[in-house]
């Protein structure tokens, strides 16, 4: 049986996107994007992407379409994911922009 609980703190939601270990909770790869690798059992701000206009995620890392069209990732760049131009073990806790992308 499933069951629904109403999250406190979520206003004027449109959709959410959730990754394969969290929306919120877990954090190990800096997954929330707040800034750290904390988890959390509530929702919490993803640092400076206030804007968003789309999202999407993956297991560990997430990405958001702004509303000037550029788009920021944060997460597990273990497989070079967030688009940044590297690779590395180091989570990246707060948002990055992905440099190449057109934004039209």
Same mark, same amino acid.
């Given at each position: 049986?499933?069951?629904?609980?109403?999250?406190?703190?979520?206003?004027?939601?449109?959709?959410?996107?959730?990754?394969?270990?969290? &929306? =919120? +909770?877990? !954090?190990?790869? @800096?997954? #929330? $994007?707040? /800034?750290?690798? *904390?988890?959390?059992?509530? %929702?919490?701000?993803?640092?400076?992407?206030?804007?968003?206009?789309?999202?999407?995620?993956?297991?560990?890392?997430?990405?958001?379409?702004?509303?000037?069209?550029?788009?920021? &990732? =944060? +997460?597990? !760049?273990?497989? @070079?994911? #967030? $688009?940044? /131009?590297?690779? *590395?073990?180091?989570?990246? %806790?707060?948002?990055?922009?992905?440099?190449?992308?057109?934004?039209?």
């Amino acid at each position: 049986m499933t069951s629904r609980v109403r999250v406190g703190g979520l206003t004027d939601i449109v959709e959410l996107v959730a990754g394969g270990e969290s &929306c =919120w +909770g877990l !954090n190990r790869k @800096g997954e #929330l $994007g707040n /800034g750290d690798t *904390t988890d959390r059992s509530s %929702p919490t701000a993803v640092s400076g992407i206030a804007d968003a206009q789309y999202l999407g995620s993956g297991k560990w890392h997430y990405c958001a379409v702004r509303a000037g069209g550029s788009v920021w &990732c =944060w +997460g597990d !760049n273990l497989g @070079g994911q #967030l $688009g940044t /131009g590297g690779v *590395t073990s180091d989570p990246n %806790p707060t948002p990055r922009a992905v440099h190449g992308l057109p934004t039209s």
